[in-house]
């Protein structure tokens, strides 16, 4: 069984930085507004044999074995294959190594031949990739970040050139995960740190943080990195895939790598300010930017530049708030009722505001997977809430009243208001991203269409990330489970106990990010938010179990308790034994999601994205950039 599809994994860690991590602001998908831009400064006549992007974030490290950051990553890659990727058809590309499998559980490791490390290091071999997993990342002393990916695995060395991992059940989306990406780093490097269980040695290697071991795995070698500037590179001559191109192929050479790379040198810049960022490109400095949306019309009006739009995985949605201090309009919390999250997806029309709010560069969003995904459901299996008869003011009232039915309150419409049960009219708070001009028009469409539809009134305010996340998402002051001495549970409090579905659920668990029951609550209430985005993994879509997979889910913020079983379709998708099987899971989880709308679904932004005129390899695909080494300028 070949892997041929796949997505960034999801690490169901808890800590805070992990779940953000799940969650984006608006900015990674470059759709904020801006200011400070110069239309047609392009130089024609730029400088061509230098590939230059910028990063938004402060580089921490390059040491591959404790990066996790996307602006360090973006760097690392200039020097350091990944192990394989994806390509513009979703297909498994295998880069340093080939991964393959017959069953999803015992997965062969197969690397390409002539992988060479710098001297004094000499060839790469299976034994460098099993010490590095073995003794670093289950080590249990070394602290990678990878190292709750490989827990459990087994790894044994067949010969110098393969490698197999076994893991503790199958898993068919195990590539999709990302989860088996290792770097290559030489034995003889680590085994002086492993001896010594030197973590901090490990961190600050400088062969290791400069990539001084890189030797043929990487298109360019590092020259210099300028720590909050800059880092520079030269190409490098001895690129493996430009060699496996024009000699014996052991391994399929993707297209395009034949005397790869073809610019001289590549830069990544720091530059955290959006309107910098801009400037840079306007003036020729850097080859690629995210382009607002609002400024695509002008863009691509100018000849020096190609804007490309390329669909993304985050989604733009209204996260409720069910937990017992959401709902500030009065008594109960009609959140909590399906019907009445169905009313407020079906009062947003999506269609109008992806042209108002994304000016066009998006697609409707009515599940929790999106439209280019290998898994999402036939268009007749999904309740479109938002669009064509499930759109409108009748409609949405009527799912309103449904709500009210079932809520032991007297909530109603009151002429053109929805009311409380004391008469008032029913008045919500709806946190957006501050500064950002596309989380304004969509908390302002939304306003609008709540009042128009259903009566409610919306007051808007805009909030930082890091501010909304700390004082309404994380609980850190929660109840916890009591443990004996060895560490094992000997009793849940009744604080971490609550009926869901007709069924005692206790929480052994629980996290920052799902602290307890409902009546477990974050200092600050609120009711909605379109602060955040978040991660739909679509190509690895068991991995938003981490949201779904019942109320004690890690990830469970919101305190949404499935009205569906959601645990046995997950579980049922981690049996999966083929790929059919599979998708017909995941459409059935997919169809309940939409029906539920557990967060109430608006749209997946797309980035717009603009480069210097002439350049080749850029396309309108969920996996452009995999291969960034054969880019040139035509």
């Given at each position: 069984?070949?892997?041929?599809?796949?997505?960034?994994?999801?690490?169901?860690?808890?800590?805070?930085?992990?779940?953000?991590?799940?969650?984006?602001?608006?900015?990674?998908?470059?759709?904020?507004?801006?200011?400070?831009?110069?239309?047609?400064?392009?130089?024609?006549?730029?400088?061509?044999?230098?590939?230059?992007?910028?990063?938004?974030?402060?580089?921490?490290?390059?040491?591959?074995?404790?990066?996790a950051a996307n602006g360090g990553g973006n760097a690392i890659a200039r020097a350091l294959d990944p192990g394989y990727a994806f390509d513009g058809e979703d297909e498994y590309v295998p880069l340093l190594y080939d991964l393959s499998s017959d069953d999803g559980r015992e997965w062969t490791f197969r690397l390409r031949d002539g992988l060479q490390f710098s001297e004094p290091y000499g060839s790469v071999t299976a034994h460098d990739f099993v010490y590095l997993i073995r003794e670093v990342h289950q080590g249990g002393w070394a602290e990678s970040p990878a190292a709750a990916h490989w827990r459990g695995v087994e790894v044994t060395v067949v010969d110098d050139r393969t490698f197999r991992a076994r893991l503790p059940r199958p898993r068919l989306l195990w590539p999709e995960s990302y989860e088996p990406l290792v770097y290559p780093i030489p034995r003889e490097l680590l085994e002086p740190y492993v001896e010594r269980?030197?973590?901090?040695?490990?961190?600050?290697?400088?062969?290791?943080?400069?990539?001084?071991?890189?030797?043929?795995?990487?298109?360019?070698?590092?020259?210099?990195?300028?720590?909050?500037?800059?880092?520079?590179?030269?190409?490098?001559?001895?690129?493996?895939?430009?060699?496996?191109?024009?000699?014996?192929?052991?391994?399929?050479?993707?297209?395009?790598?034949?005397?790869?790379?073809?610019?001289?040198?590549?830069?990544?810049?720091?530059?955290?300010?959006?309107?910098?960022?801009?400037?840079?490109?306007?003036?020729?400095?850097?080859?690629?930017?995210?382009?607002?949306?609002?400024?695509?019309?002008?863009?691509?009006?100018?000849?020096?530049?190609?804007?490309?739009?390329?669909?993304?995985?985050?989604?733009?949605?209204?996260?409720?708030?069910?937990?017992?201090?959401?709902?500030?309009?009065?008594?109960?919390?009609?959140?909590?009722?399906?019907?009445?999250?169905?009313?407020?997806?079906?009062?947003?029309?999506?269609?109008?505001?992806?042209?108002?709010?994304?000016?066009?560069?998006?697609?409707?969003?009515?599940?929790?997977?999106?439209?280019?995904?290998?898994?999402?459901?036939?268009?007749?299996?999904?309740?479109?809430?938002?669009?064509?008869?499930?759109?409108?003011?009748?409609?949405?009232?009527?799912?309103?009243?449904?709500?009210?039915?079932?809520?032991?309150?007297?909530?109603?419409?009151?002429?053109?208001?929805?009311?409380?049960?004391?008469?008032?009219?029913?008045?919500?708070?709806?946190?957006?991203?501050?500064?950002?001009?596309?989380?304004?028009?969509?908390?302002?469409?939304?306003?609008?269409?709540?009042?128009?539809?259903?009566?409610?009134?919306?007051?808007?305010?805009?909030?930082?990330?890091?501010?909304?996340?700390?004082?309404?998402?994380?609980?850190?002051?929660?109840?916890?489970?009591?443990?004996?001495?060895?560490?094992?549970?000997?009793?849940?409090?009744?604080?971490?106990?609550?009926?869901?579905?007709?069924?005692?659920?206790?929480?052994?668990?629980?996290?920052?990010?799902?602290?307890?029951?409902?009546?477990?609550?974050?200092?600050?209430?609120?009711?909605?938010?379109?602060?955040?985005?978040?991660?739909?993994?679509?190509?690895?879509?068991?991995?938003?179990?981490?949201?779904?997979?019942?109320?004690?889910?890690?990830?469970?913020?919101?305190?949404?308790?499935?009205?569906?079983?959601?645990?046995?379709?997950?579980?049922?998708?981690?049996?999966?034994?083929?790929?059919?099987?599979?998708?017909?899971?995941?459409?059935?989880?997919?169809?309940?999601?939409?029906?539920?709308?557990?967060?109430?679904?608006?749209?997946?932004?797309?980035?717009?994205?603009?480069?210097?005129?002439?350049?080749?390899?850029?396309?309108?695909?969920?996996?452009?950039?995999?291969?960034?080494?054969?880019?040139?300028?035509?």
């Amino acid at each position: 069984m070949r892997r041929d599809r796949g997505d960034a994994g999801a690490d169901c860690g808890v800590r805070r930085r992990r779940y953000l991590s799940t969650l984006a602001g608006g900015a990674s998908v470059a759709l904020a507004g801006c200011s400070s831009l110069g239309f047609g400064a392009v130089d024609a006549g730029r400088d061509a044999s230098t590939y230059a992007t910028a990063v938004t974030e402060p580089i921490a490290t390059l040491n591959p074995i404790y990066n996790a950051a996307n602006g360090g990553g973006n760097a690392i890659a200039r020097a350091l294959d990944p192990g394989y990727a994806f390509d513009g058809e979703d297909e498994y590309v295998p880069l340093l190594y080939d991964l393959s499998s017959d069953d999803g559980r015992e997965w062969t490791f197969r690397l390409r031949d002539g992988l060479q490390f710098s001297e004094p290091y000499g060839s790469v071999t299976a034994h460098d990739f099993v010490y590095l997993i073995r003794e670093v990342h289950q080590g249990g002393w070394a602290e990678s970040p990878a190292a709750a990916h490989w827990r459990g695995v087994e790894v044994t060395v067949v010969d110098d050139r393969t490698f197999r991992a076994r893991l503790p059940r199958p898993r068919l989306l195990w590539p999709e995960s990302y989860e088996p990406l290792v770097y290559p780093i030489p034995r003889e490097l680590l085994e002086p740190y492993v001896e010594r269980t030197d973590v901090e040695g490990l961190r600050t290697d400088r062969t290791l943080v400069e990539l001084g071991f890189s030797g043929n795995l990487g298109p360019y070698v590092l020259d210099e990195w300028q720590r909050g500037e800059a880092v520079r590179f030269s190409r490098n001559d001895e690129y493996y895939l430009r060699a496996a191109a024009a000699g014996t192929r052991d391994i399929a050479v993707p297209p395009g790598f034949d005397g790869a790379p073809h610019f001289d040198a590549a830069t990544v810049r720091v530059l955290p300010d959006r309107a910098a960022r801009l400037d840079a490109f306007d003036s020729g400095t850097i080859d690629a930017a995210a382009i607002p949306v609002d400024r695509i019309g002008a863009y691509r009006d100018d000849d020096a530049v190609t804007v490309g739009r390329v669909p993304q995985a985050h989604a733009e949605r209204i996260a409720v708030n069910m937990r017992d201090n959401g709902w500030t309009a009065g008594p109960g919390n009609l959140f909590r009722h399906r019907s009445f999250r169905r009313a407020l997806s079906a009062a947003i029309d999506t269609d109008a505001l992806v042209e108002e709010a994304f000016h066009g560069a998006a697609a409707p969003q009515f599940t929790w997977h999106p439209p280019f995904g290998e898994f999402h459901p036939p268009d007749d299996e999904l309740p479109r809430f938002g669009s064509g008869d499930r759109y409108g003011r009748g409609y949405a009232r009527d799912l309103a009243r449904q709500a009210f039915e079932r809520s032991t309150h007297g909530y109603r419409f009151d002429g053109e208001e929805m009311v409380t049960p004391d008469g008032e009219r029913v008045s919500l708070g709806l946190y957006r991203r501050a500064d950002d001009g596309v989380s304004r028009r969509v908390a302002a469409f939304v306003a609008a269409e709540l009042d128009a539809n259903l009566g409610i009134d919306v007051a808007v305010e805009g909030i930082s990330r890091e501010r909304f996340a700390s004082e309404c998402y994380v609980v850190d002051d929660r109840p916890t489970p009591e443990r004996d001495g060895t560490g094992d549970r000997v009793n849940v409090p009744d604080a971490l106990v609550d009926e869901v579905r007709g069924e005692w659920v206790a929480w052994t668990r629980p996290t920052a990010v799902n602290p307890g029951p409902r009546r477990v609550t974050a200092d600050t209430p609120w009711d909605m938010e379109v602060v955040f985005r978040s991660n739909t993994f679509p190509r690895n879509p068991l991995a938003t179990a981490a949201l779904f997979d019942g109320a004690t889910a890690p990830y469970n913020a919101v305190g949404y308790y499935p009205e569906f079983d959601a645990a046995s379709l997950f579980e049922r998708g981690r049996r999966a034994t083929d790929r059919d099987a599979l998708a017909e899971t995941l459409t059935e989880l997919f169809s309940e999601i939409a029906a539920a709308q557990p967060y109430v679904t608006l749209a997946f932004p797309a980035a717009a994205v603009g480069y210097r005129a002439g350049l080749s390899g850029p396309i309108e695909r969920f996996s452009n950039g995999w291969n960034r080494a054969a880019w040139r300028y035509e």
